[in-house]
């Protein structure tokens, strides 16, 4: 069964820095693997889909880069800002398209 | 475009109650999947239909259920409700040619 992991847990920045969160997952064999943004309380907000045959997929200030062998996403930030508070998780598909998730990460960007 | 929506936002039932819970896929999506969510925790994967079908089950018992009408909007009941079956339920939609999914708001669900 795959499992995925999300570190670190939470993270609090100061507004205007770059920031990595880390996402692994155990079993390589993935096809894609999707970002999403949660606010409190709220739905899923997808950022970024990236195919297995992809290493990197960018939007804006947001960079997610795939290493399937080694098992690792990482979602990269630029220039955070206040808004970007959220919980950011990340979450790979089975065969028939279901997910599995990992528990997240709490951003929190001090003005 | 619309997207995926849920209905109703918040539900506070008893335990032993049933609940249903409804789901709007988005326009040309017909895979509904529905995920649990308990509070400080990542979703986890109930079920998916596909074209009316379901496709898929995770860990959850028999008295999870669900069902997907011809418009690809899809249901979500759940039988003799337990205090722990309280969580935001999320709907995904996606369609067979793209695989990114789309959640819905989510229902909060709270159990007394």
């Known amino acids: 069964k795959q499992e995925v992991t999300q570190i670190p847990a939470a993270l609090s920045v100061p507004e205007g820095e770059n920031l990595v969160l880390n996402c692994s997952f155990t079993?390589?064999?993935?096809?894609?693997l999707q970002w999403f943004r949660q606010d409190p309380g709220k739905g899923l907000t997808s950022l970024l889909l990236i195919q297995s045959s992809q290493r990197e997929q960018t939007s804006g200030r947001l960079n997610a880069s795939l290493d399937k062998s080694s098992g690792r996403s990482t979602l990269y930030i630029a220039a955070s800002q206040p808004g970007d508070s959220a919980t950011y998780l990340c979450?790979?598909?089975?065969?028939?398209?279901?997910?599995?998730f990992g528990t997240g990460t709490s951003l929190t960007v001090i003005p | 475009e619309t997207g995926v929506t849920q209905s109703p936002t918040h539900l506070i039932k008893t335990r032993g109650q049933q609940v249903t819970l409804r789901c709007s896929s988005q326009s040309g999506h017909n895979t509904v999947s529905w995920y649990q969510q308990a509070l400080g925790q990542g979703p986890q994967f109930i079920f998916q239909y596909y074209r009316e079908e379901e496709n898929g089950r995770g860990n959850f018992p028999p008295r999870f259920s669900g069902l997907q009408f011809p418009n690809y909007s899809s249901e979500l009941n759940v039988n003799a409700l337990e205090l722990d079956d309280s969580a935001l339920y999320l709907c995904a939609s996606s369609s067979g040619l793209v695989p990114e999914q789309f959640f819905g708001p989510g229902t909060r669900l709270t159990v007394l």
């Open positions: 079993d390589s064999a993935i096809y894609n």
């Open positions: 979450a790979v598909p089975n065969t028939g398209n279901q997910f599995y």
